[in-house]
């Protein structure tokens, strides 16, 4: 070897040592929590993403805690993260929001959702949006939609119990879907030759996998499915365009007004961002509550009971029992919302939700510099015995009189602080309602599946075959 290529080769393994040393030993003006950085620009993404059975605490984040403490780095799809499982942490961290934090979801879930998609906007645009989707999901809203629910929840149940058995996941994200699009687009799936919910099918599988667009992987399938689905609400606003309506009376309706005024700040691809986000963060993640709700029940014989009685005490007190229930009935639920709060602690329909640091932070000792992501893990909190006694035994009763105990910080289903989910009361609705509907006139069996997976997005991969019988029917 001559000299020049010696130099070249010893150039080239400096560079490269060092460049590995700077990856496992990030720059800090201070201290930065202890942990890994993993390999080379993939980190521990391989880890995190590992399938696990378990609805404990994230083996992920279980092993690191036991190594590093309550605080730790690691790195994930390309970015330095910081993960605790410190309630004060979480806390700080949604209150914070705009300020020291802004939400910041990795690449891929932008390239999915969409640039535009309200949970990566700021400032005046995001108010203005969260503004149209309160309105659209607030209280006097719900309020009218809750005998169009209840229907659509004993329709469907009364479909069921004519079969065999039903798979839940399934059949209660086509009723979802279907409630949620209608109210959006007034879609109506029996009258539309495209298949809009088909689309979002395909685009859940691959969601929360690992980030690799090339064909054949669950992540391209995903980009494919958001595509299609995007060609066809266009295709629908378009239609609806250049239908005019009297009427303002859905949510296209809504945006076409508002696109057709002075000055907005509403373009198109915003509307059609918003409106994909709408659909599916309200169908997947109610439908999964759902079944493991209806999972939970059929787990737990004297919770059934419970919830039965709560049920059928308010259709003896009215004065026709064939009459639908009323707002007041609804809120009058008190053993079903500690229900709802229970099955959203277990299920941990969102894994993480993400942040990023806009400037550089001290915490416990520790710094967190500018730039780095700050994952903040509802199960870690959720299923913290410091937390919640006996985190894994499902118990709706332990809510009674949470209240008042400041419950709020360690009760993170729905995020926190500005960012707070905004579909909580419609997921709340619709699942009292079902289960009003369930408990007073069916009872169900397991049939087969069930069995669920964390990648760390919670999956039903043999789904939840259950069967549904009327029960003055003997079967
Ligand atoms: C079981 C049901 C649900 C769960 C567990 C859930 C959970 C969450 C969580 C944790 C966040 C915060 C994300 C963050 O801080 O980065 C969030 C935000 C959001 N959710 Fe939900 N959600 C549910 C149902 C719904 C429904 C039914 C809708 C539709 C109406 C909806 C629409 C949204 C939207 C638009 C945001 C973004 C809000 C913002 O960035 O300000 N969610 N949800
Ligand atoms: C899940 O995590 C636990 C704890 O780390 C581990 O023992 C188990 O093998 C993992 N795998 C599955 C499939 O549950
Ligand atoms: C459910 O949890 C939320 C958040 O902690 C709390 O405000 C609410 O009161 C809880 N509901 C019940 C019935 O305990």
């Not at 069916?442 to 997976?453: L, Q, T």
Request: net charge positive; charged share 20%.
């Amino acid at each position: 070897m001559g000299p020049v290529a010696f130099f070249i080769v010893a150039l080239v393994v400096v560079s490269i040592t060092h460049w590995v040393y700077r990856w496992r030993n990030p720059r800090c003006n201070g201290q930065l929590p202890p942990g890994s950085m993993g390999l080379p620009l993939l980190g521990e993404t391989l880890q995190f993403f590992a399938p696990n059975t378990s609805s404990d605490i994230p083996p992920f984040i279980k092993k690191r805690i036991d190594r590093y403490g309550p605080v730790f780095r690691t790195s994930l799809v390309g970015r330095s993260v910081i993960i605790s499982i410190d309630p004060d942490f979480s806390y700080f961290v949604f209150q914070q929001e705009g300020k020291l934090f802004k939400s910041s979801y990795p690449d891929t879930f932008t390239q999915i959702f969409g640039r535009q998609n309200v949970g990566s906007l700021h400032g005046f645009m995001y108010k203005y949006l969260k503004n149209m989707v309160l309105n659209l999901f607030g209280p006097e809203s719900l309020k009218k939609m809750l005998p169009e629910v209840e229907e659509a929840a004993c329709r469907n149940l009364k479909r069921w119990s004519s079969q065999e058995s039903v798979e839940l996941k399934d059949s209660t994200a086509s009723m979802i879907f279907a409630l949620t699009a209608k109210k959006l687009i007034s879609y109506d799936q029996e009258k539309s030759s495209d298949n809009l919910r088909e689309s979002f099918v395909a685009f859940i599988s691959g969601l929360i996998s690992f980030p690799l667009d090339i064909p054949g992987t669950a992540y391209h399938k995903c980009l494919q499915g958001r595509k299609k689905a995007m060609g066809m609400l266009k295709n629908l606003l378009q239609e609806r365009r250049a239908k005019s309506r009297e009427q303002q009376s859905d949510f296209f309706d809504y945006v076409l007004e508002e696109l057709g005024r002075e000055g907005t700040i509403l373009t198109e691809a915003i509307a059609l961002d918003l409106m994909f986000v709408l659909l599916f963060a309200s169908f997947e993640t109610t439908s999964l509550a759902i079944t493991m709700a209806t999972k939970f029940l059929l787990e737990n014989p004297l919770v059934l009971k419970e919830l039965t009685e709560e049920h059928e005490a308010i259709v003896r007190r009215r004065e026709n029992t064939n009459s639908g229930l009323t707002w007041k009935e609804y809120k009058s639920m008190t053993f079903t919302f500690q229900f709802i709060n229970e099955t959203a602690r277990m299920t941990n329909i969102v894994p993480a939700i993400f942040r990023k640091a806009l400037k550089e932070f001290k915490f416990k000792g520790y710094t967190i510099p500018a730039g780095w992501t700050v994952l903040v893990s509802p199960p870690a909190i959720h299923m913290n015995p410091a937390n919640y006694k006996d985190p894994l035994h499902f118990n709706p009763r332990r809510w009674e009189g949470m209240e008042s105990n400041g419950a709020s910080k360690h009760f993170m289903a729905f995020g926190g602080g500005m960012r707070f989910c905004v579909g909580t009361d419609f997921f709340k609705m619709q699942m009292a309602v079902f289960l009003h509907c369930l408990v007073t006139k069916y009872r169900g069996k397991a049939i087969k599946g069930g069995e669920i997976v964390r990648t760390p997005g919670l999956q039903f991969p043999n789904g939840f075959h259950v069967q549904i019988s009327e029960k003055n029917e003997l079967k």
